[in-house]
């Protein structure tokens, strides 16, 4: 599964102390020690994201199982943001940042045997990947069940087409090898 920078509560926590622009109104809002609202970098990212997601999928955006993903955002957001404030808060975020990126990168190599989608094309993995997964957990709960089928189809498809490519080099490798 794709890493999500969505709901990275250690990039929303790295994020959370960069400096944001001068013309940006400085809004705190604390609910207790653990949920804590900053208009930081933090936030406006969530805030784009979400408002991307729902000009991606507008019907989502627009039905009730949409209850589920903006919640789980501004949770995230808001403990992040509770967190940035802790002593230490920086050092713990990128430890978690890095091994996480590490496991990334090993369950990539180790299990699929292949090369991390970022490697092949940055924006997908980084901007599409988040919004895949958000698309997973909607079908999970019975969203729009004819475009699941139909998206599954065509994976099935290229996956085909890819194990067939594999299998030709293979024994094309094969027969140029016992020649």
Do not use: C
């Not at 599964?1 to 790295?14: C, T």
């Not at 994020?15 to 936030?43: K, Q």
């Not at 019907?59 to 992040?80: D, H, K, N, R, W």
Request: charge should be positive; charged fraction near 15%; proline fraction near 6%.
């Amino acid at each position: 599964m794709p890493r999500s920078s969505l709901f990275d509560v250690d990039s929303q926590v790295l994020a959370a102390d960069l400096p944001v622009p001068n013309f940006v109104p400085e809004i705190h809002y604390t609910i207790n020690d653990y949920l804590r609202f900053d208009l930081n970098l933090s936030a406006i990212h969530a805030g784009l994201y979400i408002a991307y997601y729902f000009v991606l999928e507008p019907v989502a955006a627009a039905t009730p199982l949409q209850i589920l993903y903006t919640p789980q955002l501004v949770l995230s957001l808001l403990t992040a943001t509770a967190y940035s404030q802790a002593s230490g808060h920086l050092s713990t975020a990128a430890l978690i940042h890095g091994v996480s990126w590490i496991a990334q990168f090993l369950g990539h190599g180790l299990a699929e045997k292949r090369a991390p989608a970022l490697l092949d094309n940055l924006i997908g993995a980084v901007v599409l990947a988040p919004f895949f997964v958000h698309l997973e957990i909607l079908f999970a709960l019975g969203y729009r069940p004819e475009m699941h089928k139909r998206i599954n189809n065509e994976i099935g498809k290229e996956i085909t087409k890819i194990r067939k490519a594999q299998g030709d080099k293979k024994r094309a490798a094969a027969a140029k090898k016992s020649s």
